[in-house]
C-alpha cells in the first residue's frame, strides 16, 4: 500500500506539467485514490481552465470510476471562492470524496484556510502539511505575493537573478565580448528558466549592446513572458531585436517618452510603456526598482527572471529585491580585468551579502548554482 | 567470490594511509589473497621504511598465513631495483606468489615494466591496468615527476593551487580583510590539503600582510610540508610567524641575501636560501617560477600547494604551471571593489584559460571545486 506521500509526490509530479502556463494561477497536481488504486489525477494546466481537482474529478469519471469514498491528494488547498471557476472544495464535496490530503494551506487571502474549513464541515476527513515545503517550491511567485497580501503589505513577486560567470566571477571582457561563456546546455536551462517566469527584466544596456531577443525558443506551450526593459533614459529604439518577436514588451522609466515606439499593427510584438516612481539619490532620474516589481505584482505577475548587466544586478541585489540567484559557473578563467558580474562597490567586509545554497548541479559543462536571498528568507512566512 | 577489481579497491583505500608520510616515495598498497581469503595487507609508511609488498608479506606470517599460490594486489607495479630497500618484486617471488595483479606500470624509469617483467621470468602470472586510473589518483606529484623524467624532459613536481573565493570570484576587500570568508570546514581541508603536499608556496606579501604559519596542524603522523617563501626582494625578516613553527623554510630569491635570516639554534624551524634564475620582462629581477619548480622536483617534491596572493596564484597560472586549481566558494558576495582571486591581465576571450571539471562537492556550507588544467593533460602521458 503506498503512503500518503507517495501519493502527493506524484500530485507533484502532475503540477509541475504547469510550470510554463498557470500564472497568474498557482501550479497544482490532483490525484484521486480509491483501494490503493489511482482512479483519476489531474493538474492546473491555464488560467480560466478547469483547476486540478475538477481535471481529476472529471478524469475519473471519463475512466468510468466513481469518485464515492476516495482520497483527493492535493498540492494546494482547494479554493473556497468563486473565481473563473467555481470553488474546487465544493466540487470535492459533490464527488463525495471521503478523504483530502493537502500539501499546504493556500496563502491566497480569498482561501487561507477556509478550503479546508469547508470540506471539514462537509464531514470529509482532512489531513494538511503532506510534503509542504516540496509543494511551496512549485509556486514561489504566487505564495511570495499571496503571503504578503494577506499580511497586508504591498505584494512583490519572486525575483530570480541570472547570470553565467567564469570561475573567477568575470561575464564578459573589458571590450564587452562574451559570447560564449557557457555551453549549450546552460543556454538551455536559461530558456527553461524563462519560460517558467511571468516577466525578464533587462537593462537598456543589454538592448543596446547585445541586442537580444529574450523570448523562449524552447517548444513548450508557454506563453511569452512579458519583457521589461528598464530603460530610464529613452535610449532604444524601434530596430531593437527584442521587437521583432511575438508577445509583449514594456518599456520602464520614470519620465514619459517624447515619442512612443510605434511598430506596425500587423506585428506581433506590442510595445507599451510604464512610468514609475524615481529613485532617489541620483543626478538622473532612474527607475525605482521596487516601485517596478510592485506594479509587476499588481498585474499578476508571479515570478521575474532578471537578465542583465552588472550594474542593474547590482541594483536589485543591494537593494535587497532578489529572492533567488541562478548562477551558471564555466570552467575557465577570464581574469582580472574582465566585467565583474554585480557591481556592489563594498568596502567592508560587514557590507556583504551572504546567501543560502538550494542547489548546485552540472549542466552540461558547466555548474550550475542556485542560492537564495538569507534577507528574505528572514521576512518570508 | 571478490573480483580484482574489489581486491584492487582495498589495495588504494590501503595506500591512502601514507597520504601524508610517504613522499618521495609513492603511496602503495597491497593486499595479499589466497582461496578468496585476504591472507595479509600492507601499505608504504615511509621512504626507508618497508615497501607495501613486503608489509603485507610480513603481515601473512604474523598472522601464520602461508603465501605460497597467493595472488598479490598491488597499486603500483612492484620495484626492481635497490634502492633503500630490497627489490619487491623478488620479495613476492620469494614468498613464491602465483599471480601479481598490478594496477599500474611504475612511471619511474628505473622501473618502469622491469618489476612486472622479472615476476613474469620467475614463471608468476601478471596482470597489469586493474584500476589503473583510480590507482594513479594516488601519486599526481610522483606519476608526472617521473614520467618527464622517463620522457628526458626536467622533471616539474604535480602544482596544486588553492584560492578561497566569495560567489563574484573575490578573495579580500580592497582594504585587505578577508577573515573568515570561508568556513571551518573548509581551512580544515586546506589542512589536509597542507599535509598531502611535500612543499607549500606562498609570496612575501602574504607573509607581511597576513602572517600566516603555514604549517599543518591537524594531527597526522605526517612532516610539516617545505614552506616555500618567494620574495624576491628580501622584504620579509625574522619576526614573521611562519618561523615560530617547527619545520623548513625556504626563502626564494634571484638574488643572494644582503644579510640573512638568523634564528636561534635551538630553534625547531631551519631556515635556508634558494637562489633561483631571475624571470626575463621585468624591471626588477624576480623568481622565475619554473626554475623553482624544477629545482623543487630535483628534491624529491611531488606535490606542491600554492597558498598565495592573486598576483603569484596569476603568475603561475598564466604560465602554464598549475595542474590543479582548488577552488572553495563561499556563498556570499563581496562586490565589484574587492580584490580578485587571479591577477591575469587578458583582453579577448582567446587568451581565457579553459579548465576540466574534477570534482564538485560541499565541505561546511562552502563548495568545493576542483579543476585540471587542459594545458597539462594535454601534455600528459
Redesign the interface.
Known amino acids: 500500500m503506498a503512503s500518503d506521500q507517495e501519493y502527493m509526490a506524484l500530485a507533484i509530479q502532475l503540477a509541475k506539467q504547469g510550470l510554463y502556463t498557470t500564472s497568474p494561477n498557482p501550479r497544482v497536481g490532483c490525484v484521486l485514490v480509491k483501494n490503493d488504486e489511482i482512479i483519476g489525477q489531474g493538474f492546473h494546466f491555464k488560467a480560466g481552465e478547469g483547476h486540478a481537482e475538477v481535471n481529476a474529478i472529471a478524469d475519473a469519471k471519463q475512466r468510468g470510476n466513481d469518485t464515492q469514498g476516495a482520497t483527493a491528494y492535493v498540492t494546494l488547498e482547494p479554493c473556497s471562492h468563486f473565481g473563473r471557476t467555481p470553488p474546487c472544495a465544493q466540487g470535492l464535496i459533490d464527488a463525495n470524496v471521503a478523504r483530502v490530503v493537502g500539501a499546504m494551506t493556500d496563502p491566497n487571502p480569498q482561501v487561507a484556510g477556509n478550503g479546508f474549513n469547508i470540506l471539514r464541515t462537509a464531514g470529509i476527513e482532512v489531513v494538511d502539511n503532506c510534503l509542504a515545503a516540496e509543494s511551496a517550491k512549485l509556486n514561489p511567485g504566487f505564495i511570495k505575493r499571496m503571503s504578503m497580501a494577506g499580511k497586508n503589505t504591498e505584494p512583490l513577486p519572486y525575483v530570480r537573478l541570472k547570470m553565467a560567470?567564469?570561475?573567477?566571477?568575470?561575464t564578459a571582457?573589458?571590450?564587452g565580448?562574451?559570447?560564449w561563456i557557457t555551453g549549450p546546455e546552460a543556454r538551455a536551462e536559461v530558456q527553461r528558466l524563462r519560460a517558467q517566469s511571468c516577466a525578464i527584466i533587462c537593462g537598456a544596456d543589454s538592448v543596446l549592446i547585445d541586442d537580444p531577443s529574450m523570448n523562449v525558443r524552447i517548444e513548450t506551450d508557454s506563453r511569452q513572458p512579458l519583457r521589461v526593459i528598464i530603460d530610464s533614459q529613452h535610449r532604444i529604439n524601434a530596430d531593437a531585436n527584442i521587437f521583432t518577436h511575438p508577445g509583449k514588451v514594456v518599456i520602464v522609466s520614470p519620465v514619459a517618452p517624447e515619442s512612443a515606439i510605434t511598430r506596425n499593427e500587423s506585428d506581433a510584438c506590442s510595445v507599451s510603456y510604464l512610468q514609475t516612481a524615481a529613485s532617489e539619490n541620483n543626478d538622473r532620474q532612474q527607475v525605482d526598482l521596487k516601485d517596478l516589481l510592485v506594479t509587476l505584482a499588481r498585474q499578476g505577475i508571479n515570478e521575474v527572471l532578471i537578465e542583465s548587466g552588472?550594474q542593474l544586478a547590482?541594483a536589485f541585489?543591494a537593494q535587497d529585491l532578489v529572492d533567488e540567484?541562478v548562477?551558471f559557473t564555466a570552467?575557465?578563467?577570464?581574469?582580472?580585468?574582465?566585467r565583474?558580474?554585480?557591481?556592489?562597490?563594498?568596502?567592508?567586509?560587514g557590507?556583504?551579502?551572504?546567501?543560502?545554497?538550494q542547489d548546485?548541479r552540472?549542466v552540461g559543462?558547466d555548474?550550475k548554482?542556485v542560492?537564495k536571498s538569507q534577507v528574505s528568507s528572514k521576512e518570508k512566512p
Open positions: 560567470t567564469s570561475l573567477d566571477g568575470r571582457m573589458q571590450s565580448e562574451s559570447q552588472a547590482g541585489i540567484l548562477l570552467p575557465t578563467l577570464l581574469g582580472s580585468d574582465a565583474p558580474a554585480f557591481t556592489l562597490p563594498f568596502e567592508t567586509m557590507q556583504q551579502i551572504r546567501w543560502s545554497w548546485v552540472m559543462n555548474l548554482l542560492l
